[in-house]
Structure formats: structure tokens, C-alpha cells
């Protein structure tokens, strides 16, 4: 149950901090903007914070978050803030010591199966990936609900039954973003990510929630090169892009679901893989579970052009 909200400004952007209330030590769990739609809480070196609370102590210390303190003095009440009115109060950031990772860690009960289409290997990780948390999708359904774009970013490129091993604007798939905006549709907390490290993989596993990352071939060395879309927008990809799930880990090696099939790799060649579309990842928002975030809208999109229609 939430226990406390405050107003944050951040990026002249207005969103509602939540926190929860856990013996006596408040966490900070996620950020709600005033439309509606779900972001994870990472707190710069400071943020302005308007509330109902007179001191807000907030403590992160969950998923891949680093360990932080908030203090924030309350706004005089009734007040409101306004543009070009009297300075805002700050909040100050303070570390926090972070709780040491195990040395190995493994998932139990996530399960995998063969992709149906030649390259939806996204939408069968998505749905594999939600059935663990008790959603059963279905991997057709899913799939022709991600739009369809030449740019990765927003959508999917090219015919899902093309030769794998192509690169943008052929036959290719699509990234993080759309597929945990399509998640969230289906009532499924969803994260993108990237730029995680390996230490953020870890405390997911450690906590319990396996992750959808976004490697080169079955965990294999990639060749990363720059693509422009049709509008401008520039991405890193890579012949043999894929998705799999990660599961496990120990101090020399990571376990692997992918197609149906369990492997094991090594830490070095799984880190080179991973590294080469920035360390891609779908995650589930730490203490998602305490907090109402059903299905959200993710509304129309720049670059999406829907299924059936021709991109030029």
C-alpha cells in the first residue's frame, strides 16, 4: 500500500513520487506521471519535491537501483509550484552502503519454448517471460501487437519469416522499448532498459525475477554497426540479433533460456554478446507488485506504422 506522494520536477516534467512504507523506512518504488504512465525512480544529484509530507525519508536499496537517502522539506501548505516564483526546496541525495550480491543465484520455475515465427524470438521471450509471473499471453497475439517501423526502437522491422542474420531496414526484430510497452498493455509491470551492467543482472536474479536480454546470435560475439532510420533516428545493431532469457549466474558463467533450450555460458562470452546492443534488457520493476500498475495505454508513437501497411 502506498503510504506517502509527493510532487517531483524533474526535466522541467512534473511526476508523482511514490513511496512505501516498510517498518518504519520508506521506499522509493516508482514514478507516476500525471497522465498515467509508469517510469522506474532513478534520482539525479538533486530533484526539486513538492508534497503533502513535511519530511520525506526515502531509501532505495532494491533491484539495480543505488542505494540513496532523500530528504525533502515540505512546500508551506496549499502551495503550488509556480513558474518564476520563489526557488524551489531541494532534495538532498545521500549514498547509502549497498547489500552485497550472492556469489551464484538461480530462478526456478521460469520455462521457455520454441518461437513459432522465424524471427519473433522477441514476443516468445515476452510471453515465456510473463507466464512466470502468472500472465498467460499468447505469442501470435502478442507478436501483431508490437507496431511495425523500420526503426528497432519503436517497432518491428521487416517480415517476421525473413532469414535471420539481416540488418535494418531488411528482416530484423525489434528492442526493448515496444516489447515492455506491450507488456504493460497486457497488465505485466515492464522495464527497458540499457547500459545495465552485469552487477544489475545479478541483483535481479538475486531478487527472484528473471530477465529478457538482447544479445548477438545464441549468446555469441556480435558485429555492432550504426543504422539510420527514415526518420533520422540512429541505432546500434547486429546481424543474428535475439532475445533470451537470463535465469541464473555464478561467479564464472550465466544460465540461459532461449527457444526451449537451457545452456550455460561463459561470464566472458555472454558480456561481449550482451555488450554488443548496449546491454539491453527487459526488467520487472522492483516492488512492482505493491503498487496498482495494471495495464497502461502507451498511446500513439511517432515512426509506428501498424500492421499491413507498407513502409515506403
Not at 112 to 132: I, N
Not at 179 to 195: I, K
Not at 229 to 246: I, K, M
Request: with cysteine; proline share 10%.
Amino acid at each position: 500500500m502506498v503510504q506517502e506522494r509527493a510532487w517531483v520536477e524533474r526535466g522541467g516534467r512534473p511526476w508523482i513520487l511514490a513511496t512505501l512504507g516498510l517498518g518504519g523506512i520508506f521506499v522509493v518504488v516508482a514514478c507516476v506521471s500525471p497522465r498515467g504512465s509508469f517510469a522506474p525512480t532513478r534520482v539525479s544529484d538533486s530533484i526539486l519535491a513538492y508534497g503533502p509530507a513535511p519530511v520525506l525519508q526515502a531509501r532505495i536499496a532494491v533491484g539495480s537501483w543505488q542505494g540513496l537517502a532523500l530528504d525533502a522539506v515540505q512546500t508551506p501548505p496549499g502551495s503550488t509550484p509556480q513558474p518564476g516564483g520563489p526557488p524551489s526546496p531541494t532534495v538532498a541525495v545521500t549514498p547509502i552502503a549497498a547489500q552485497p550480491l550472492p556469489l551464484r543465484a538461480y530462478v526456478s520455475g521460469v520455462s521457455s519454448y520454441p518461437q513459432t515465427l522465424g524471427l519473433d524470438c522477441e514476443a516468445r521471450s515476452a510471453v515465456d517471460w510473463a507466464a512466470f509471473w502468472g500472465k498467460s499471453i499468447d505469442e501470435l497475439g502478442f507478436f501483431y501487437g508490437i507496431p511495425r517501423s523500420d526503426d528497432p526502437q519503436m517497432g518491428f522491422v521487416g517480415d517476421p519469416n525473413g532469414s535471420w542474420g539481416q540488418v535494418p531496414p531488411q528482416a530484423y526484430g525489434v528492442y526493448a522499448g515496444p516489447v515492455a510497452a506491450l507488456l504493460r498493455d497486457y497488465g505485466v509491470p515492464a522495464q527497458a532498459e540499457v547500459g545495465l551492467r552485469f552487477d544489475d543482472l545479478r541483483a535481479e536474479i538475486a531478487a527472484g525475477r528473471p530477465v529478457i536480454l538482447w544479445v548477438a546470435g545464441h549468446v555469441r560475439s556480435g558485429t555492432p554497426e550504426p543504422y539510420t532510420a527514415s526518420d533520422g533516428t540512429t541505432s546500434v545493431v547486429t546481424p543474428y540479433e535475439h532475445t533470451v532469457l537470463l535465469y541464473g549466474y555464478d561467479p564464472t558463467s550465466v544460465e540461459i533460456l532461449d527457444e526451449g533450450r537451457s545452456y550455460r555460458r561463459s561470464l566472458a562470452d555472454f558480456l561481449l554478446s550482451w555488450s554488443t546492443l548496449n546491454n539491453m534488457a527487459v526488467v520487472r520493476p522492483a516492488l512492482a507488485d505493491e503498487l496498482d500498475l495494471g495495464s497502461r495505454s502507451v498511446g500513439p508513437r511517432h515512426g509506428v506504422i501498424p500492421w499491413g501497411s507498407a513502409i515506403q
